[in-house]
Structures are given as structure tokens and as C-alpha cells.
């Protein structure tokens, strides 16, 4: 059976994400090479209460502001809910 390979991927959450998470930044190891993965991290790691969160944000990778699960992650991804005003 093949070897799942994981990659250590940077998430920076910024806002009411962070306050979610608790955390500004982390490093996570994902399986896969695309959102979905971090996405599916990011839940493993803080649980139920980041599904909900992750609904509602948009990731920002290789300067793409994305919700496309199926896009690639690259090192660094960034995790930005919605914001209001200008």
C-alpha cells in the first residue's frame, strides 16, 4: 500500500480566524498537495469549531484569493474571513 506524503505547509489565520483557532500561525502537516488538505489540517487539529470558521473564509495562496478546494497550497496559506467597511 502506498505511503501517505505529507509537506509542512505555514497557515496564518488573521481576524476572528485567529480568535477562533486561538492561534495567529502554525505549521501543519497536510496530506495532499491542495487546499482540501489544509483544510482537512486545520479541522484535525482544532476540531469542530473551525468548520464553521473555514465555511465562511477564504484562503489566500500564491496571491489568489480562493475558496477552491482543489487549488494548490503551496508553503504558505494564508486564512481570511470576511471583512466589512473600506
Do not use: N
Request: contains cysteine; negative net charge.
Amino acid at each position: 500500500m502506498a505511503e501517505l506524503v505529507t509537506q509542512a505547509v505555514e497557515v496564518e489565520y488573521f481576524a476572528w480566524a485567529a480568535d477562533t483557532v486561538g492561534t495567529e500561525s502554525e505549521t501543519l502537516q497536510v496530506a495532499g498537495g491542495t487546499l482540501a488538505g489544509v483544510r482537512e489540517a486545520i479541522v484535525s487539529t482544532h476540531g469542530e469549531k473551525a468548520v464553521e470558521l473555514l465555511d465562511a473564509c477564504r484562503f489566500f495562496v500564491d496571491e489568489v484569493l480562493t475558496r477552491d478546494l482543489s487549488r494548490p497550497h503551496g508553503r504558505k496559506v494564508d486564512v481570511l474571513p470576511p471583512f466589512t467597511g473600506g
